[in-house]
């Protein structure tokens, strides 16, 4: 499973980078306006930290707008990917986009319906909302699960972004289910790693090694 890292942050992407598990960036409009900063230059630097792709969302709700300001958007950079609201306006502009050879991620998607329709129109990700699911009482995970078996029913070639992921489990049934990426906030990232038994079994290593150098005198 390839694992982007969801903000738009550059602290955050540069360590995630560091660790060596990083394969791309998911940003939208929130998490650009929470970092204040003019959002073109933002995705142009993060496009400079991350070589793998990096989504970039249109504001444009009509599909001749959504193209316009996707190809302005996708001349950041050779990694951008576009976001488009899944809508039958986003749908027509995938369409376009991705024929001019303009990848392309449609997001907020809550529905295998809606899904279905995504792999029809040929995108190349599509990013299924699990957290706001979960908000709702609903069921974020069994929509992954219903995704990938109809995109394997029919062949679709769109890959499962795992989106609004906001604890350690989802990103658990996520691999489990064989989803191609999940897209984890930082903090979620820094929880993957952490077992207390981990830290109890270095703590142990470290004392029993100080007592024997002791002994020995
Ligand atoms: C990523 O593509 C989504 O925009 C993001 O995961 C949404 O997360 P949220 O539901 O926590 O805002």
Redesign the pocket.
């Known amino acids: 499973m390839k694992i ?1 890292i ?1 903000t738009a942050n550059l602290e955050e992407i540069k360590q995630a980078r560091d660790f060596g598990i990083l394969d791309g960036v ?3 409009p ?2 650009l306006a929470r970092e204040g900063k003019p959002p073109l230059k933002q995705l142009e630097e993060i496009c400079r930290i991350v070589d793998g792709p990096v ?1 970039a ?1 249109v504001i444009a709700l009509q599909s001749d707008e959504m193209v316009k300001e996707a190809r302005d958007l996708s001349k950041i950079a050779d990694n951008i990917v576009i ?1 488009i609201p899944l809508t039958l306006e986003g749908l027509k502009a995938v369409k376009i986009l991705e024929g001019e050879g303009i990848k392309t ?1 449609v ?2 998607c809550f529905s295998a319906m809606q899904a279905l329709l995504v792999g029809k129109a040929g995108a190349s990700y599509i ?1 299924p ?1 699990v ?2 699911l979960d ?1 709702i009482s609903d069921d974020g995970m069994r929509l992954i699960e219903d995704i990938i078996t109809i995109y394997d029913n029919y062949g679709f070639d769109t890959e499962i ?1 795992v ?4 604890h350690p489990m989802h990103v658990y049934w996520a691999a489990k289910l064989g989803a191609d990426i999940a ?1 984890i ?1 930082f903090k979620t990232i820094s929880q993957l790693i952490k077992h207390p038994l981990t830290d109890i079994g270095i703590d142990r290593f470290l004392k029993d090694w100080q007592s024997l150098q002791d002994n020995l005198g």
């Open positions: 982007f969801d998911t940003t939208n929130t998490l989504s969302e976001k991620n997001t907020l990013s909302f957290g706001r908000d972004i989106a609004s992921i906001r897209t906030p």
